[in-house]
């Protein structure tokens, strides 16, 4: 009797560590978000900066990880930050977009919590209120594959963000008033390269990254400018493509790539040239004026030698430049043989055999609303709620918030009204559907899906037709959550709506976002179950007029 006492009581110990080991890590960050002088372009600005930092810490993190990240807000105005690329399965509700949450307010913290479930890749976080991405406040967030999952290239010897993108010197209040005022922010004051612009033969800059001769190293870039597309390139240095926002992809090798607002992607460099210092050139894209560029130096370790002046060439611009930019997209594939993270290993493979549900065509337009400018889709140009939508929804007070669907699945034929108003888009959970982006306008678009990644099926010159489809990668479309829709021309995407929760499909160049080219999809699960989404957090702040009312039954497993 006491041995088998013993036995029970061990089996027991032993149940209950290999519960508590099965929970994946959690990873735990404090943050304080202040405002602090930057000058990106050589001008002072008050900027937004994370622990004194621009960029800011990197969420240094494996798939599945949990991570809880306490924010407090140190700025005189409301704050959210989202998790750009991070799909927050089953969790609207740490999503940070206005839509979602009530912004962190000043003199306060709030802690967000959320796991990077089957995923890989290279991402980033933002604030999200008013003109805020204008001031900085962005930074890394790299997940790994876990230490059993192969990889589809060696360890690096280093890993290196880069963040890229364009700047204004007018800072960011003042970009906001000329925006309230319905004008536009206009063209960019310059290029930066992790907050710093350098020009080439300038005496003082110090070298952003240190590469040893015969190593390999992996740079991860991404845009987080307001507006303009960019090309990368490094000196001497071919660059393999390995990954893009999660995925692994065929690894090709180029001289140069284009990096539209939003995107991530990364590259393999080896240090196999003369050791000295080397430009990597970031330059702009598709402006109407002269060229915006900066560069950074990569200096090899014991090396002798300034960086060459002579430069790599840049793209070309104009059609002939749309048209190198289009064919460099297709040329970007998925890899088939490669391990990863993934919701649905099996049917991930085999997008390209399910059948359409439903499709979305978007049409984006700019126009004057009352003598200011706007921006719509399908002529419905967003506006945010003191409510979140999500906080309306869970609280059963739609209808005092805001009306379902006032966007048609199509662009009107009839009418080029726009209507200034909540733009949410009623979508059926778990169908598999197709996103159409027309884009008649002549300047490049650059699109965010929050909640899901979707298969990049299809970037082609002119307007969409279902005709279109016969042209569709239906094999090895890279899954992403982001796409460029280049001048008068189409983008399509395919996605399966198996995330419930209100998910927010944005522009990511920031004037349009801001003044309305975005809209949310409401993808509720009919079961009101915690197998298809989580409750409200009980750390969730509530405001508009939910704060007064009693908190609704919650989801039962």
């Known amino acids: 009797m006491e041995r088998t006492s013993i036995t029970i009581v061990s089996l027991l110990v032993c149940l209950t560590f290999v519960l508590v080991k099965a ?53 005189d105005e409301p704050l959210l930050l989202t998790w750009n690329g991070v799909q927050q399965r089953k969790n609207s509700w740490q999503d940070g977009t206005p839509g979602t949450m009530c912004p962190i307010m000043p003199g306060t913290n709030f802690t967000y919590r959320f796991q990077v479930k089957d995923q890989i890749g290279s991402f980033f976080y933002f604030p999200t209120t008013d003109l805020h991405r204008a001031a900085g406040g962005f930074g890394a967030i790299n997940v790994h594959s876990r230490a059993l999952i192969p990889v589809p290239f060696d360890n690096p010897a280093d890993d290196y963000s880069v963040f890229v993108g364009d700047w204004y010197n007018k800072g960011y209040k003042s970009l906001k008033k000329i925006l309230d005022g319905g004008r536009t922010i206009g063209r960019p004051d310059g290029i930066h390269i992790n907050g710093k612009s350098v020009k080439v033969g300038d005496k003082v800059a110090e070298p952003l990254y240190k590469m040893e001769a015969g190593k390999t190293y992996r740079y991860r870039f991404c845009n987080v400018g307001m507006r303009t597309s960019v090309n990368v390139r490094i000196q001497g240095h071919p660059m393999k493509l390995v990954e893009i926002e999660g995925s692994h992809t065929v690894q090709n090798v180029y001289e140069s790539l284009d990096l539209h607002v939003g995107q991530c992607l990364s590259v393999l460099v080896t240090a196999d040239q003369e050791p000295k210092d080397y430009y990597m050139i970031v330059s702009s894209r598709f402006l109407k004026q002269a060229e915006l560029s ?36 297709r040329s970007f594939r998925w890899n088939l043989t490669a391990s990863a993270a993934r919701p649905n290993p099996q049917g991930s493979y085999h997008y390209g055999q399910i059948n359409i549900t439903r499709t979305f065509k978007i049409v984006n337009s700019r126009s004057e609303v009352d003598g ?18 999500k906080l309306a929804e869970y609280f059963g007070a739609t209808d005092k918030v805001f009306k379902y669907d006032l966007m048609g699945d199509e662009p009107s034929t009839s009418s080029d009204k726009v209507t200034v108003a909540s733009n949410i888009k009623n979508a059926t959970f778990r169908n598999f559907v197709e996103i159409i982006f027309e884009n008649h306008e002549k300047t490049i678009q650059s699109y965010h899906l929050d909640g899901y990644s979707f298969f990049a099926v299809g970037v ?32 399509a995407v395919m996605t399966t709506l198996d995330n419930a929760g209100l998910w927010s499909l944005r522009s990511e160049m920031w004037e349009r976002f801001y003044l309305g080219q975005q809209l949310y999809f409401s993808v509720l699960s009919p079961a009101r179950s915690l197998r298809d989404e989580y409750n409200l957090p009980d750390n969730h702040p509530l405001c508009g007029i939910v704060k007064s009312m009693p908190m609704p039954s919650p989801y039962k497993a």
């Open 460 to 491: 082609e010159p002119g307007n969409w037709t279902p005709e279109k489809r016969k042209n569709y990668n239906l094999v090895d479309a890279i899954s992403r959550h982001s796409i460029q829709v280049y001048p008068n021309s189409w983008a």
């Open 294 to 329: 900066s560069v950074s130096i990569i200096r090899y370790t014991n090396g002798k030698g300034p960086a060459s002046s002579d430069l790599p060439a840049p793209p070309p611009e104009n059609t002939q430049g749309i048209a190198w930019s289009m064919n460099q997209f």
């Open 372 to 389: 200011k400018l706007r921006y719509a889709l399908n002529g419905i140009s967003h506006t945010d709620s003191e409510t979140p939508f």
């Open 23 to 75: 929970e994946d890590p959690y990873l735990r960050f404090e943050w304080n978000v202040t405002y602090g002088t930057i000058a990106p372009l050589g001008v002072p600005l008050q900027g937004i900066l994370i622990n004194g930092q621009l960029p800011g810490p990197r969420i240094n993190c494996t798939s599945n990880n949990n991570i809880v990240v306490n924010v407090f807000n140190h700025l």
